[in-house]
């Protein structure tokens, strides 16, 4: 590798910080949550501005770019088809409730972005795009096409590869484009992911309703407040980690820090605490008291174990997780919906085969299951995982070891596609506990992690030039 032209990129990039957060400010202040799909835009009109405005920014650099109206776009250094992949998308999840700061109204803090989207993902297309940059300004040459793909609903399902039946906007890009023959998702950490747990959600309703109250929690991947409405005014007061608003009706309100779907607490969280409080505290039916107590038990089973789901992974080395999401009330029934991540060690169909035997003897049945994406491993012993890894560890300064990712990516979907970086996550260290983190409140963008990151990847890249793939 030519060290003087390391040498001048490294400089380049430690001067980076102002282009970094401007460029991530810009993509963040576009609110960017799946909406109603119109025409051209099957994700809603948020992602579509993401995708729009990303275009404009390219071509405003010189750099190759193309919609491939299927809610995916690119941008190459070169005209033609890419080679290379770099995986990033520009939707987010819903920004919940909490907040210190504007989700959508980004801030600079103690050398961080500040808003939903900034590290999940966001911050990553700024440092590639601007690594771009600098490629282009220094006049490197590669004899292959790098990309920047940028998708708009990789948080909900990734339809935006694999498409929707019957919508002509979103005939998914796996299906009517050819991908790039190695891509890099920067969705994770280094040094480089080369397989993922499969992911998928199930919903359970009871089999009787409930009685003089309503009982809702959380929404998809910001978790937070639970709500119960009793019709009726109740005579209760101090129930431990529980508001209490009085009236006609009497609403109790519990609350736990947002928390990644990968990364359920142990301790439960405000489903745990909600039912906790009213069954100690004798506020529902006897004949209600069921459904109560098995929602408890399932928002504390986070390892599966309830419904012997549990699984020791020797490929993987990486247990089975269950995280209980959110519950919605429908026609008297409040609904629970899990997130369960799992190795390759036990199949889909196992899990809805035991999940729903479980159910069932307890008084409950399956209303909703999404497959979600399969749990994949790549070679890892492979030519380029070493490369990638020798790269992060360069740069890190550590001797460190390729994982598995247990969040769904893009990698679950590519072909010949690895997980690479980028950490963005650093918040400031007077944060509150449970601020700072992807999906969650106050999400945090360290620029010093990303100028790393940018580092990491301009070796990886020159690297890549050196070799045959």
């Not at 202040?29 to 404009?56: H, Q, R, Y």
């Not at 504007?102 to 808003?115: D, F, L, N, Q, S």
Request: net charge negative; with cysteine.
């Amino acid at each position: 590798m030519d060290n003087l032209l390391i040498e001048k990129i490294d400089e380049l990039i430690e001067n980076s910080d102002v282009l970094l957060a401007d460029d991530t400010i810009t993509l963040i202040n576009i609110k960017s949550v799946m909406g109603e799909p119109k025409p051209c835009a099957p994700f809603g009109e948020g992602p579509k501005k993401v995708l729009d405005k990303i275009i404009e920014m390219s071509e405003n650099e010189g750099f190759f770019t193309k919609d491939y109206n299927v809610g995916v776009i690119s941008a190459s250094l070169k005209e033609g088809q890419p080679d290379l992949g770099i995986w990033v998308h520009g939707d987010v999840v819903p920004e919940g409730t909490g907040w210190l700061y504007e989700p959508y109204r980004a801030t600079v803090y103690k050398g961080c972005v500040i808003g939903r989207g900034a590290t999940d993902n966001k911050g990553q297309f700024s440092a590639i795009f601007n690594l771009f940059k600098i490629f282009k300004k220094l006049g490197v040459e590669l004899k292959y096409n790098p990309a920047i793909y940028v998708g708009s609903n990789e948080e909900k399902g990734m339809k935006d590869l694999i498409g929707i039946p019957d919508n002509p906007d979103a005939k998914g890009f796996l299906n009517v484009c050819t991908p790039p023959k190695l891509s890099l998702v920067p969705d994770g950490g280094f040094p480089v992911g080369y397989g993922g747990k499969g992911g998928m959600q199930m919903t359970f309703k009871s089999k009787t309703p409930v009685h003089g109250f309503t009982f809702t929690a959380g929404q998809d991947e910001a978790p937070g407040n639970a709500n119960v409405i009793f019709e009726n005014a109740l005579n209760c007061e101090n129930l431990e980690g529980c508001t209490i608003k009085k009236g006609e009706k009497t609403e109790i309100i519990t609350f736990s820090p947002p928390r990644h779907g990968t990364n359920p607490d142990p301790n439960g969280n405000m489903i745990t605490m909600m039912c906790s409080a009213l069954l100690d505290n004798n506020l529902v039916a006897e004949e209600d008291r069921y459904i109560l107590r098995f929602y408890k038990s399932v928002s504390l089973a986070t390892d599966g174990a309830m419904f012997g789901i549990d699984v020791e992974s020797y490929k993987m080395n990486k247990p089975l997780t269950l995280c209980t999401k959110k519950i919605d009330f429908k026609d008297g029934y409040p609904e629970l919906t899990i997130d369960i991540r799992y190795p390759i060690e036990i199949t889909f169909e196992e899990i809805v085969q035991k999940v729903t035997e479980t159910a069932d003897r307890n008084g409950f049945e399956i209303v909703y299951v999404n497959r979600g994406v399969n749990p994949y491993l790549l070679d890892p012993k492979g030519e380029i995982l070493k490369l990638l890894k020798k790269a992060s560890d360069e740069v890190t300064g550590e001797e460190s070891e390729a994982f598995i990712m247990s969040g769904g990516t893009y990698a679950h979907r590519l072909p010949n596609a690895y997980v690479y970086g980028m950490s963005g996550y650093l918040p400031p260290e007077d944060f509150p506990k449970g601020h700072g983190g992807a999906h969650g409140m106050d999400e945090a963008v360290s620029i010093a992690r990303l100028k790393r990151a940018m580092k990491i990847y301009a070796r990886a890249m020159l690297w890549l030039n050196e070799i045959d793939w």
